[in-house]
C-alpha cells in the first residue's frame, strides 16, 4: 500500500513543482531588475529556496524565493552600499534570524498588528507600482518614493510608445488570463502574459529593452574579508535588522495564510524562521537577493495539489537547470513585460478590500495603515514600519486605558464617587474634569474598587484631589 501511495504523492508533487517553477521563473527576474541587480541574482534566490529552505523542516508546503516585498527596500540598500554589499546583509541578516528561530521567538511575529503590516504592503505596492510604471514605457525612474511620485507628472513625454504597449499587454493578459480556469489551471498567467509579450517582441524585431544576461558565474559575487567590515557601520546594522524582521515577518504571516488553505501539517514558526535564516545565509554567501516565503507561490503550489516538501524542492531543481541549460533565453525578454508583472503585483499588495473593512468598524486601524504606508513612500520601508509599530502601540494603549467616575449623593451622607476601569495618562484629562465637577461642599467617598489599573500619573492625581479636598474641609473617605 506505501509504494502505491508514494508514486500519488510523487506525481502530484512533480506536477505542483512544475507550475510553481512557471510562476517563480518570470517573477525571479523581475524581483531582480526592479532591485537593481543582476536578473540572475534572483533565479539564485529562488534555486536556495527550493534546495535549502525548501529540504528544512518548518512549513511544509509554502514556497520561498525573492519577493517583491523586499524590492524596495533592498533598491536603497544597493543603491547605498552597492551590489557588493548585498551579500554581507543578506548572511548577517540571514544570521539574525537563525538567532530569532533558536530563542523561539518566531510565534512572536504573529502578534504584530494587522494595520501595520496591511500598511507595510500597501507602502511597498505603491513604491513598486511609481518606479515600474517609468520601466513599463523603457524610461529612468527618478530615485525615492517621493521622487518616483513626483516625477510621474513629466513621464507621458518620457515613455516609449512600444514599450508602453507591451507592458499594458501584459497587465490585460494577467487580468484576464485567471477568468479562462481550464487554461489557468494549467498554465499560470504570469508565464502566458511574459511569454507572449517575449513571442511578439522577437517575432516582430520590436525595438524595446530587453533583459541583459551575463550568466550566474558572472553575477554570483562570494563576499569578501573587507565587505564584513561594513557591518560595524549603524546604517548597515539597520539595514541587516529589517531584513531580517520583514523577511521574517513576512515569511510566517504567509506560513498562516498557507495553513489555512491545506489540511496537512501545521507549520512550526521557529523551525521555520531558522529554515528561512538558513536560506538566507546561503543567499548572503552566493551575494543573491534576500528571500522570504512568497505567498503567490505558496497558494499555487497548494493549488497545483502539491502533498509534501518535494514540490518546493522540486521547483528549485527546475530553476537551477533553467539557469545553467537556458541563460540565454533571458535575453530575449522585454524589460517592459516585467514591468508589467510587478505594477500587477504592487496592486495585489495595496489591501483594498480590507481596508473597506476596517473603515466599517475600526477607523484606528485605518489611521495606523495609512501613516505606515505613507511614512514608508515619503521615507523608507524600516521607518514605515517602526512608525506604524509605534501608533499600533499607543493606539492599543487608548483602546484600553478607558476610566469611568460615576457620583451618587446620597443626602446628608455625603456623595460617594466611584473610579471604573484603567487609569492612564492617557485618560488623565477626563478624570480630572469628572473629579473636579464633585461638588466642594460636600463630604465624598471615594471608592476604587472597580479601578483595575492606575498609572503613576493617576495615582498622584487621586491623592492631590483628595488632599486638596481635606485641604477645603470637605472630607474624603474612602476605600479600595
Known amino acids: 500500500m506505501r509504494r502505491p501511495v508514494f508514486q500519488a504523492d510523487f506525481r502530484a508533487d512533480l506536477f505542483a513543482s512544475l507550475v510553481v517553477f512557471l510562476v517563480a521563473l518570470p517573477l525571479c527576474v523581475g524581483v531582480a531588475l526592479a532591485s537593481g541587480v543582476p536578473a540572475e541574482l534572483g533565479l539564485v534566490t529562488g534555486m536556495v529556496g527550493g534546495l535549502v529552505a525548501g529540504l528544512l523542516p518548518g512549513s511544509s508546503l509554502q514556497v520561498s524565493g525573492p519577493a517583491a516585498g523586499l524590492t524596495v527596500l533592498v533598491y536603497e540598500a544597493v543603491r547605498e552600499y552597492g551590489v557588493k554589499t548585498l551579500g554581507v546583509l543578506v548572511l548577517a541578516a540571514g544570521l539574525v534570524q537563525i538567532g530569532l528561530g533558536l530563542l523561539r521567538?518566531?510565534?512572536?511575529?504573529?502578534?504584530?498588528?494587522?494595520?501595520?503590516?496591511?500598511?507595510?504592503?500597501?507602502?511597498?505596492?505603491?513604491?513598486?507600482?511609481?518606479?515600474?510604471?517609468?520601466?513599463?514605457?523603457?524610461?529612468?525612474?527618478p530615485a525615492g518614493g517621493l521622487g518616483k511620485i513626483a516625477g510621474l507628472v513629466s513621464l507621458p513625454g518620457r515613455v516609449g510608445p512600444v514599450a508602453l504597449s507591451v507592458g499594458a499587454a501584459t497587465i490585460a493578459v494577467l487580468l484576464l488570463w485567471p477568468r479562462w480556469r481550464p487554461g489557468a489551471r494549467l498554465v499560470p498567467a504570469p508565464l502566458v502574459a511574459v511569454a507572449g509579450a517575449t513571442a511578439v517582441t522577437w517575432l516582430c524585431d520590436l525595438d524595446v529593452r530587453r533583459v541583459e544576461v551575463r550568466g550566474v558565474l558572472g553575477a554570483?559575487?562570494?563576499?569578501?574579508?573587507?565587505?564584513?567590515?561594513?557591518?560595524?557601520?549603524?546604517?548597515?546594522?539597520?539595514?541587516?535588522?529589517?531584513?531580517?524582521?520583514?523577511?521574517?515577518?513576512?515569511?510566517?504571516?504567509?506560513?498562516?495564510?498557507?495553513?489555512?488553505?491545506?489540511?496537512?501539517?501545521?507549520?512550526?514558526?521557529?523551525?521555520?524562521?531558522?529554515?528561512?535564516?538558513a536560506g538566507n545565509a546561503v543567499c548572503g554567501v552566493l551575494g543573491a537577493l534576500p528571500m522570504t516565503a512568497v505567498i503567490v507561490r505558496s497558494a499555487a503550489n497548494v493549488q497545483a495539489g502539491a502533498r509534501t516538501k518535494a514540490s518546493r524542492v522540486l521547483h528549485g531543481v527546475w530553476l537551477l537547470l533553467f539557469t545553467v541549460l537556458l541563460p540565454a533565453a533571458l535575453g530575449v525578454v522585454p524589460v517592459a513585460a516585467l514591468a508589467g508583472l510587478l505594477v500587477h503585483a504592487g496592486c495585489r499588495l495595496v489591501p483594498v478590500r480590507e481596508l473597506r473593512g476596517l473603515w466599517r468598524g475600526h477607523r484606528g486601524e485605518v489611521v495606523v495603515l495609512s501613516v505606515t504606508a505613507i511614512v514608508i513612500v515619503v521615507g523608507n520601508l524600516f521607518e514605515g514600519v517602526l512608525v506604524g509599530l509605534v501608533?499600533?502601540?499607543?493606539?492599543?494603549?487608548?483602546?484600553?486605558?478607558?476610566?469611568?467616575?460615576?457620583s451618587e449623593d446620597r443626602g446628608e451622607a455625603g456623595i460617594v464617587v466611584r473610579v471604573l476601569g484603567h487609569a492612564t495618562f492617557l485618560r488623565l484629562p477626563k478624570l480630572l474634569d469628572a473629579l473636579e465637577a464633585v461638588p466642594r461642599d460636600r463630604n465624598v467617598r471615594l471608592e476604587l474598587g472597580g479601578l483595575r489599573y492606575a498609572d503613576r500619573a493617576c495615582a498622584a492625581a487621586l491623592e492631590g484631589w483628595a488632599a486638596e479636598r481635606t485641604a477645603l474641609g470637605s472630607g474624603v473617605g474612602g476605600h479600595q
Open 220 to 277: 554570483v559575487r562570494l563576499p569578501e574579508v573587507a565587505d564584513l567590515g561594513r557591518l560595524t557601520e549603524v546604517g548597515v546594522l539597520g539595514t541587516v535588522a529589517a531584513f531580517a524582521l520583514i523577511a521574517s515577518a513576512e515569511s510566517l504571516f504567509s506560513a498562516a495564510a498557507v495553513d489555512r488553505l491545506h489540511r496537512g501539517p501545521r507549520t512550526e514558526y521557529d523551525k521555520e524562521l531558522i529554515a528561512q535564516g
Open 391 to 406: 501608533l499600533a502601540v499607543a493606539k492599543t494603549a487608548w483602546d484600553v486605558s478607558h476610566v469611568h467616575v460615576e
Open 105 to 141: 521567538l518566531g510565534r512572536w511575529f504573529r502578534a504584530v498588528s494587522v494595520a501595520v503590516v496591511h500598511g507595510m504592503l500597501a507602502g511597498i505596492g505603491l513604491v513598486l507600482i511609481a518606479g515600474q510604471v517609468y520601466a513599463l514605457g523603457d524610461a529612468v525612474a
